[in-house]
């Protein structure tokens, strides 16, 4: 079991940028692919981007072209870039590490407590 924190969540105006940190307490390097998830209040945790081991990176159309995953395999670190924040961005971000692909898709196997996002309007 690896065991995730995250960091650099807070309060910021639209338009302004944030960037998460995923701290992990292993090496990343094995891990088939590494997930930023976001939960409003009231809604489902949706997966908000990936990237696997190969540096293949996919996104929510949402947050397309707004905001960047990357990982730091040196650090045992995974991050989010984001940029022109909008105020239906606030949410719990959560990091989690993703198994190999099912049928199903990739699925979370380890959580992080998550880092709060809000953006004011």
């Known amino acids: 079991q690896v065991q995730l924190v995250e960091s650099g969540g807070g309060l910021v105006q639209a338009g302004g940028s944030l960037r998460l940190s995923c701290a992990a307490s292993?090496?990343?390097?094995?891990?088939?692919?590494m997930g930023w998830y976001r939960q409003a209040p009231g809604k489902q945790r949706d997966l908000v981007a990936i990237?696997?081991?190969?540096?293949?990176?996919n996104y929510a159309d949402s947050v397309k072209g707004r905001f960047t995953i990357s990982r730091d395999g040196a650090k045992n670190t995974v991050y989010l870039q984001m940029t022109s924040l909008k105020p239906e961005d606030t949410a719990v971000y959560y990091c989690?590490?993703?198994?190999?692909?099912?049928?199903?898709?990739?699925?979370?196997?380890?959580w992080g407590q998550g880092t709060q996002v809000t953006v004011s309007s």
């Open positions: 989690a590490t993703m198994g190999w692909p099912t049928a199903r898709g990739r699925l979370p196997l380890d």
């Open positions: 990237i696997t081991n190969e540096d293949i990176t």
């Open positions: 292993g090496s990343i390097f094995s891990i088939p692919a």
